[in-house]
Every structure is written in C-alpha cells, then in structure tokens.
C-alpha cells in the first residue's frame, strides 16, 4: 500500500548503531559519499522498499571526473531505497547533501496523490518501527520553494519543498537542513532518534521520466557550518486543495 511506502525502512537491520554515530566524533559524520562501490552498480548498503528488481534500473552509481555519486533514472516508476543509520537528532541536528536534477516529473505536484511525483526527495525517518514520524525534502516540478505541507500519502509525514522548477536544472546544488528545528515546527514535539534516510526519484503517478543525482550525505554539529551559511528558509504552509 502507498500509504505505507516509509514504514519498512525502519523494520530492516540497523548497519550503525547510536553509539557508532556518536563514536565518529568531532563536527561532522559522512553518512553516505558512493565512493566504495563500483559505478554501474546498484549501492549495496542500501536497501529497496518495493520492486527490489526494478530498483537497480532506477538507482545506479555512476563516476563523474572521478566523483562516485547515486544516479536515479524513473521512467514510469517509484521505488524507495533507504539507508538505517541511527542517531540523536539534537546532537548532530544538521544533515547535508548535494543533488543535481536533470529532468522533471511534468505536473508534479506533492499536494495530491494523484499527481504525487518529486524529481528527487530525501526523508528523515524518525521515532518508532510501527509508525515512524518523516520529513520529506523534495526537489518539486510545480510547488514554491519553502513551502511545508501534509504527505498525501502517509499522515504521520511531512514535506519541505527546497526547490522548485527548472531554474536550476543541470546544476549540483547544496543543500543543508536542521531536520531537529523542522522535526519541532513542523509535528510540533520533540523528535526520537533518527532511525535512517531515503531517497526516491518518482515518476509513476504523472507516467513520465525524472531525473536527479544525489550524493555527499553528512551530518554535522551548527559549529561546523561557516559563520555565512544559511540554512533553507520556511514560508508559510500550502494545504492540500
């Protein structure tokens, strides 16, 4: 069931636990660069919420100028992949990526099931196995950049949109957002323990093509960013019409 995409993520056996995070010390943590696999490869720590022999069609690891980075190609399809690493999200509340998308879901719109397709999307996945909490951040083809609103999907999940539309297509684009501080405005309670991050690159609903690239995923410490950094701003909601 649709609804339920997020739920298997956390029900899968943990690679790193708490205390590993932790141990990493200092400022910042890697939590994933796709430098350890080969290109043309499906990411072997990663694992797939649905059509586990479709998921290496839309997911490989490609080589760019020496860079290993996760290459997403959806045509006509939605398939999650999710990695579990545990941490406190008040001790490393700032997670980091980069993502260039190439080409968008036509008509996606993350408001409505029916249109509910994203060129890239990354989730924090929080608190429980049963029924865990989620932020989604989503690279969207229609919604204005900052808006927070309901997943159509899933009730116990929430979305950000941080891009939007062809501005800035082709391009690698950095992105760093304090999952704590979103966890808290947006459920309006303190968050549990992380319990691991997901991507997906959808096109089933709007039956087109997406394209996107992620790579460069690190938590970090507010110390470790530089004095100018600044973090995506919020508007006010959009609600599902």
Same mark, same amino acid.
Request: charged share 20%.
């Given at each position: 069931?649709?609804?339920?995409?997020?739920?298997?993520?956390?029900?899968?056996? &943990?690679?790193?636990?708490?205390?590993?995070?932790?141990?990493?010390?200092?400022?910042?943590?890697?939590?994933?660069?796709?430098?350890?696999?080969?290109?043309?490869?499906?990411?072997?720590?990663?694992?797939?919420?649905?059509?586990?022999?479709?998921?290496?069609?839309?997911?490989?690891?490609?080589?760019?100028?020496? !860079?290993?980075?996760?290459?997403?190609?959806?045509?006509?399809?939605?398939?999650?992949?999710?990695?579990? &690493?545990?941490?406190?999200? #008040?001790?490393?509340?700032?997670?980091?990526? #980069?993502?260039?998308?190439?080409?968008?879901?036509?008509?996606?719109?993350?408001?409505?099931?029916?249109?509910?397709?994203?060129?890239?999307?990354?989730?924090?996945?929080?608190? !429980?196995?049963? #029924?865990?909490?989620?932020?989604?951040?989503?690279?969207?083809?229609?919604?204005?950049?900052?808006?927070?609103?309901? !997943?159509?999907?899933?009730?116990?999940?929430?979305?950000?949109?941080?891009?939007?539309?062809?501005?800035?297509?082709?391009?690698?684009?950095?992105?760093?957002?304090?999952?704590?501080?979103?966890?808290?405005?947006?459920?309006?309670?303190?968050?549990?323990?992380?319990?691991?991050?997901?991507?997906?690159?959808?096109?089933?609903?709007?039956?087109?093509?997406?394209?996107?690239?992620?790579?460069?995923?690190?938590?970090?410490?507010?110390?470790?960013?530089?004095?100018?950094?600044?973090?995506?701003?919020?508007?006010?909601?959009?609600?599902?019409?």
């Amino acid at each position: 069931m649709k609804s339920l995409v997020l739920l298997a993520l956390v029900s899968m056996v &943990r690679v790193v636990c708490p205390a590993r995070v932790a141990a990493a010390g200092g400022q910042v943590v890697p939590l994933e660069s796709f430098e350890e696999y080969p290109a043309l490869t499906f990411p072997a720590q990663w694992k797939v919420r649905g059509d586990k022999d479709r998921a290496p069609l839309i997911y490989q690891v490609r080589d760019e100028h020496g !860079n290993h980075f996760l290459h997403a190609y959806a045509d006509g399809l939605a398939i999650q992949i999710g990695l579990i &690493r545990d941490f406190q999200p #008040r001790e490393f509340p700032l997670l980091s990526w #980069r993502w260039r998308v190439t080409q968008l879901p036509p008509g996606g719109d993350e408001r409505r099931k029916e249109t509910h397709d994203s060129a890239a999307g990354v989730y924090v996945i929080f608190d !429980n196995k049963l #029924r865990p909490r989620v932020l989604k951040y989503v690279w969207s083809s229609t919604l204005p950049v900052g808006s927070r609103l309901q !997943n159509p999907l899933y009730w116990r999940a929430k979305m950000i949109v941080l891009r939007s539309g062809p501005a800035d297509l082709g391009k690698w684009c950095q992105e760093t957002v304090n999952v704590y501080q979103d966890y808290r405005d947006l459920f309006g309670a303190e968050p549990g323990a992380v319990q691991g991050i997901g991507l997906m690159t959808s096109s089933s609903a709007t039956k087109s093509v997406a394209v996107a690239d992620y790579d460069d995923f690190l938590l970090l410490r507010p110390e470790a960013l530089p004095a100018t950094t600044v973090l995506r701003p919020s508007v006010q909601p959009l609600s599902i019409r």
